[in-house]
């Protein structure tokens, strides 16, 4: 696979994605390259505006192995990962397996659920393998979390900690659909009040496992050169000396910054990063990451407030 053939792949990933999916460009672009980049999504909207589906669309495409776990506050880590059942026929113990053995993991409303269950990920996010009674087990190099919260309910639901925060390449902020956008949603879906069957829409998985490591690789190989590292290192450093923020991004906040700007150079067809296309992402990568000092909070400043102003701030290469 080359960079055109990669260009020409994810066109028609968006146009089988938007037979559905109607909008939402921002979003669809930022879930494709945490895709092609190995990184897990955090989707944080309003009820009903189509971040399940957004998922579920997206395992179809690129045939995804896809399972949801609807977090709750009774939810136990064992039903995330799984456990060792005794058995008694065999006289021995075997393993059933959780929800989190699968390719796409949907984690809805992660929000609701206690921090002991939420820390049941931390490994798999990271390491993309969990441990169950001292055994490790593999995930597979396709496994992708995309989580959803609404930021609007705040009783019931339990604060992500900073680092399962960082373990998210980007956090997309879906937003309400554009009038002729929800005109035309309503043309295609307002037939019924339950979620559309994917299969009515003729999708089609696009991609194989083999096309996904080509991917990847190719995207792996894309070199920043020292300009480029200068300004990514720079961005983040001056969210360190902000007096505006609790605390600045972290060196794993760096590196993803910089490889999601291969991922979106690769979407373009180039072999090269450039400035736009990390400014483009400096708010989808840091804005989780970056806790507001007190003082900023009672300002009335908020976090994408302070990245738009580090962004003007530092200067740009050329």
């Known amino acids: 696979m080359d960079f055109e053939q990669l260009r020409d792949l994810t066109d028609r990933m968006r146009e089988q994605i938007h037979r559905v999916v109607l909008g939402q460009d921002k979003a669809i672009d930022l879930m494709l390259t945490a895709l092609l980049c190995h990184g897990h999504v955090l989707i944080e909207g309003v009820p009903g505006t189509a971040k399940t589906l957004l998922a579920r669309v997206f395992a179809a495409t690129m045939s995804l192995q896809f399972k949801r776990i609807q977090f709750t506050p009774d939810l136990m880590p064992g039903d995330v990962i799984g456990t060792n059942l005794f058995d008694f026929k065999t006289n021995s113990f075997h393993l059933t397996r959780g929800p989190i053995f699968t390719d796409l993991l949907l984690a809805d409303e992660i929000n609701r659920t206690p921090p002991k269950t939420q820390a049941a990920l931390l490994e798999a996010m990271q390491e993309r393998r969990v441990t169950i ?81 080509d991917a990847r690789g190719l995207i792996a190989g894309i070199v920043l050169n020292d300009d480029m590292l200068d300004y990514i290192v720079r961005l983040v450093t001056t969210t360190r000396e902000s007096p505006s923020l609790l605390c600045g991004a972290s060196p794993r906040a760096a590196n993803m910054l910089a490889v999601a700007g291969r991922g979106v150079a690769a979407l373009e067809g180039r072999d090269y990063v450039i400035p736009d296309d990390i400014k483009g992402l400096i708010h989808p990568t840091l804005r989780h990451r970056l806790p507001l000092a007190p003082g900023a909070e009672i300002e009335g400043i908020d976090v994408e407030t302070v990245l738009q102003h580090i962004v003007e701030q530092v200067p740009v290469p050329r």
């Open 133 to 213: 009674d001292d055994q490790a087990h593999e995930l597979g190099e396709n496994f992708l979390v995309v989580a959803t919260q609404n930021p609007l309910e705040q009783l019931g639901t339990y604060p992500l900690p900073e680092a399962q925060l960082d373990r998210f390449l980007f956090k997309i902020l879906i937003d309400y659909p554009e009038v002729e956008q929800e005109k035309e949603m309503l043309r295609l879906h307002g037939h019924s009040t339950i979620m559309p069957k994917l299969e009515e829409f003729g999708l089609e998985p696009l991609t194989s496992r083999g096309d996904l490591a």
